[in-house]
T-cell receptor, first 116, second 113 residues
């Protein structure tokens, strides 16, 4: 597609349920990032994919969070046993080059997760 | 203490004003500095990119980096209502082979007609 697509755009879930967030990056972009944006906070790095592997998953807050990427394309971020503090906007970004410093990332519009 | 500090504002200015947005950082290894603009309910988009110290100009936007003070700025001249958005500074070390960014909290800017 023309941009980074994320689904769903909004998700309301009950505390304790599992959720899956999907990211469809720009075709051909090998690098993919997940960030989390909480109210009043900047973007917090979660995980980086290069192809299907995740060289850096240091930002995942707990073992309830996991992510995978298949076919060098679509990525899924899974949050198990959701807690209210997981409420945030989850943003996915992709870039053609790994460093992304000159071209920057292209971000999706995010998934707004609300845990009630 | 956060690695990158940015005043969240909000900042409200009249149309045509010069806007100054700033970030300070603590990690002297940061070499690449970016400014992103984020409209409501949208993902951030890259506005400006600079490497190391110096100035860079692009139309009404000027980015400045002062590595000795660990201080970066974004200036917007002749501000327009369409500039109303959240502005995020971001940076990375460049020492790794990928583009993990550390962001400031973002400054909410409103330009009123």
């Amino acid at each position: 597609g023309a941009g980074v697509s994320q689904s769903p755009s909004n998700k309301v879930t009950e505390k304790g349920k599992d959720v899956e967030l999907r990211c469809d990056p720009i075709s051909g972009h090998t690098a993919l990032y997940w960030y989390r944006q909480s109210l009043g906070q900047g973007l917090e790095f979660l995980i980086y994919f290069q192809g299907n592997s995740a060289p850096d998953k240091s930002g995942l807050p707990s073992d309830r969070f996991s992510a995978e990427r298949t076919g060098g394309s679509v990525s899924t971020l899974t949050i198990q046993r959701t807690q209210q503090e997981d409420s945030a906007v989850y943003l996915c970004a992709s870039s053609l080059e790994a460093t992304a410093r000159r071209s920057g990332y292209t971000f999706g519009s995010g998934t707004r997760l609300t845990v009630v | 203490q956060k690695e990158v500090e940015q005043d969240p504002g909000p900042l409200s200015v009249p149309e045509g004003a010069i806007v100054s947005l700033n970030c300070t950082y603590s990690n002297s290894a940061f070499q690449y500095f970016m400014w992103y603009r984020q409209y409501s309910r949208k993902g951030p988009e890259l506005l400006m990119y600079t490497y190391s110290s110096g100035n860079k100009e692009d139309g009404r936007f000027t980015a400045q980096v002062d590595k000795s003070s660990k201080y970066i700025s974004l200036f917007i001249r002749d501000s327009q209502p369409s500039d109303s958005a959240t502005y995020l500074c971001a940076m990375n070390t460049g020492g790794t082979s990928y583009g993990k960014l550390t962001f400031g909290q973002g400054t909410i800017l409103t330009v009123h007609p």
